[in-house]
């Protein structure tokens, strides 16, 4: 695995670092909403990548929470947006009323989280934010208000924490650029 790596972009000690960060602060923008509505947020993740991330974030953030999971597909097994958006499995708690946050693992063309959001809106939540661990530097990006954003990164394809190329690299504890010559 490691060998298919060209350049690490954030190590495990720095994603870690960040993750506790926006864990902190979500802590903090939501203590008196959780105190006033008598119930915790809901954490949206979208599968698979942003798993990882979310199991992480969650345990950095010290207020009630439920996890729930999303499966939405946008791109094939390769490297490039189909713009194709499908649900593939729902969320299994009701949020009509409640604060989500969504967990996303990269914000590339922002088309998932567009559709997402909309979908997610219709349901009625009290509010929801997006919080995302990277975002891409990449001019077709879609105005999606962004809450939370761990890095900026290149627009280059990406690897680890969750992030995959054909479901490989999931499990790389770090972020790194994929050799050309792998894709
Ligand atoms: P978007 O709809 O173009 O914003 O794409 C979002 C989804 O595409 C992310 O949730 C990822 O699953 C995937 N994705 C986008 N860029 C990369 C990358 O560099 N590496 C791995 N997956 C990516
Ligand atoms: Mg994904």
């Known amino acids: 695995m490691h060998e298919d790596i060209q350049e690490v972009l954030f190590s495990e000690e720095e994603i870690a670092l ?4 926006i864990g ?7 203590a008196a909403a959780v105190e006033r509505d008598g119930q915790g947020i809901v954490l949206v993740s979208v599968l698979r990548g942003a798993a ?9 953030i010290e207020l009630p929470l439920e996890m729930d999971y999303m499966a939405i597909s946008s791109y094939g097994n390769g490297a490039k947006s189909s713009g194709v958006v499908r649900i593939l499995k729902d969320l299994s708690s009701e949020v009509e009323g409640r604060h989500i946050i969504v967990a996303e693992d990269i914000l590339d ?9 909309k979908n997610l809106a219709s349901r009625n939540p009290a509010s929801i934010e997006v919080a995302t661990l990277l975002r891409k530097k990449t001019l077709e990006q879609a105005k999606i208000d962004c809450k939370y954003i761990g890095f900026e990164c290149p ?3 990406i690897v680890g924490y969750g992030l995959d190329f054909a479901e490989r690299y999931r499990n790389l504890p770090y972020i790194g650029v994929l050799k050309p010559e792998v894709y």
């Open 18 to 21: 960040r993750v506790a960060q």
């Open 24 to 30: 902190a602060q979500i802590t903090k923008d939501y």
């Open 52 to 60: 990882i991330f979310m199991a992480d974030l969650a345990r950095t």
């Open 109 to 117: 063309s922002g088309l998932t989280l567009t559709y997402l959001l």
């Open 155 to 157: 627009d280059q394809f």
